[in-house]
């Protein structure tokens, strides 16, 4: 049986309002402006980190800048350049990507469907500039408002 404590409980619901506000953002920003895109599937999963887990070293915005960036430009060269089967380079691409996080020191977990969502979209380089770079300032900006000034956490780590 799962054990449901009241901080879990004031965790969780902190984690999922903040989480649904900074996607809140990036969503009207994509379809009720004309800017362009802003928002990413793995915007998703990185708002349990930002939100769930700030103390994490993999919510910390270098990872999560680095690690999105890196990820999407390793989608968008293999997008461009390696022509072989979308299969295979979905595999390759999410592993280099896995493998470049690592070697940088910028591993950011969600960043790691990236590639995925790139080679399937068949996406370009604008892909980069919105959603992958302007998005993810955005979130990080809310996250340092939210975690650091809200919720008075020691976020970003030093």
Known sequence: MIKITKSVLQKALIAGFFSALTIGV???LTYKSTLGYFIAASFGSSMVLLFGF?????AQPKNVFFGHFITALVGVIFVNYIPLP????????VGAGVFLMILLHVVHPPAGGNPIIVII?????DY???PIMFGCIIILLLAVIINKFLLQKNYPLK
Do not use: D, K, M, W
């Open 121 to 125: 979209g068949s996406a370009s380089y």
């Open 128 to 130: 980069l500039i919105n």
């Open 54 to 58: 700030p103390e994490s070293p993999f």
């Open 86 to 93: 979308i299969y295979i380079n979905i595999y390759f691409a």
């Open 26 to 28: 990036l969503t009207v």
